[in-house]
């Protein structure tokens, strides 16, 4: 759940985009107004501790969405339309460079989050409001989940007026493991309709040019390979699955 709580501040809302011009004497920077989040993640697993620091910047439309980690050691970057999206993602540890990726676009991406939650809570049950506090500055309320997950949401006012991105923000979040293990990200500072530079959204120019990256057409995937090796043995693909269960249909039907 706390993975789709931190997600769920990403995705959901529209408005219209704002441009700002701004001249220097180096170069026009385009900006275009959205929401700065910083945050600080910790994470202590088999007892090593690991602690991030993040930048979320976000669109008041809700089209441009990046996540900076320790000033850009990682990034990800979200080009959204209401039906498709880009993912463009960098990470200086892994050696990989830049790589885009198809995404979810904003409708897509709130349905597949509600079915996230309804199976969350067909395994785990309804979580459990305990109360309100304030976080970064902004009142949020608190919610629980059996095994260990707590969080607090901030919610934009009047909903029906006020379209901007994000219309709520997860400022907290905590999911407890044995042996004193735990993962929680806390907000730091929230600023709306701060100038954002148009650079914090886009991704070297050559790599907007490149082709979407897909897997299933890596042919040193290992996966991919066991694939058609039993394809080949068998004559029945087993990586194959055209059949829609039933729960995957009702938690598609979103009201």
Known sequence: MGCASIFKHLVVGLC??????????????YQRAGTLINSKS????????????????????????????????????????????VQYIYDATDGNGWLKLETPGIDSGIQALTMFDRKVQQSRGNSTYVGESRVAGLICKKYTFTGGFSWCTWQRENLKRDKRMPVSITLSSRWDLPKGDFSEEIVQSVQFDTAIDERKFSPPAEVMKRPVFDPTNEKNNPTNAWCKAETKKTGVNPCEDDQVGED??????VE
Not at 17 to 22: G, I, M, T
Not at 248 to 253: K, N
């Open 16 to 29: 219209t985009v704002v441009v700002c011009y701004q001249t220097t004497n180096v170069a026009l920077a």
């Open 42 to 85: 910790t994470t202590r697993i088999l007892g090593k501790t690991v602690v991030e620091t993040h930048q979320t910047f976000i669109s008041n439309d809700g089209t441009r969405i990046a996540r900076y980690t320790n000033g850009g050691q990682k990034i990800e970057i979200n080009h959204l339309t209401k039906h498709s999206g």
């Open 248 to 253: 995957d249909e009702e938690a598609w039907d």
